[in-house]
């Protein structure tokens, strides 16, 4: 199936539909979907790299409002619907540490959890069941999805088909390395305001 999925990608990376693609890809992963935006995304930087901050563009507003259908899931809809998304992602039982997690850091805590390994499907659900305030799960989303579509662009850009290899394998490593960077900018701001 993932073969299969990759050489669709591959056709479609160049075609005049691969924006929409990527948009109802982000969108879906976001909320449902088992499959990273990433899989659109890079073919389409690397057919076209003049583009990529539009790609990214798009990858980053189709996953907020994707995001956002996966807050309502959390918030209205979680034991029909958003139990069985977490299972599926072997998730439920980090559901009331999550909740906790964002109650006490709030916008930081979507952030963090919005740019690692961790699907972002489960990040939004789990902002909904938490009652995460809904305009600063957005802004929340809109920072951890943009650094992330903009930094696999960003380096497709600069670096080309060389760097493939490398995001495919290693961004978890990058996004990490951002992350310990990005909280201790948070921690610092904390004590020195």
Do not use: C
């Not at 809809?77 to 998304?85: E, N, S």
């Amino acid at each position: 199936m993932l073969r299969g999925l990759y050489d669709w990608t591959m056709r479609t990376a160049a075609s005049k539909e691969a924006p929409w693609a990527l948009a109802v890809v982000s969108f879906v992963e976001s909320s449902f979907f088992p499959i990273p935006p990433d899989i659109m995304l890079i073919p389409m930087v690397l057919s076209n790299r003049q583009k990529a901050w539009w790609y990214a563009t798009i990858a980053t507003v189709a996953s907020v409002l994707g995001g956002i259908l996966g807050y309502a899931i959390g918030y209205f809809l979680y034991d029909a619907v958003g139990l069985p998304i977490l299972k599926f992602y072997g998730r439920e039982h980090a559901l009331d540490s999550f909740i906790t997690f964002v109650q006490e850091y709030g916008v930081p805590a979507v952030i963090i959890k919005g740019m690692t390994p961790i699907p972002y499907k489960v990040v939004t659900i789990a902002a909904g069941v938490g009652k995460m305030n809904l305009l600063a799960f957005i802004g929340a989303s809109i920072i951890a999805r943009a650094m992330r579509f903009y930094l696999v662009a960003g380096l497709l850009y600069f670096f080309g088909e060389p760097i493939r290899a490398f995001i495919e394998k290693r961004l978890g490593l990058v996004m990490a390395i951002f992350l310990v960077l990005l909280i201790g900018g948070f921690v610092l701001i904390k004590y020195i305001f």
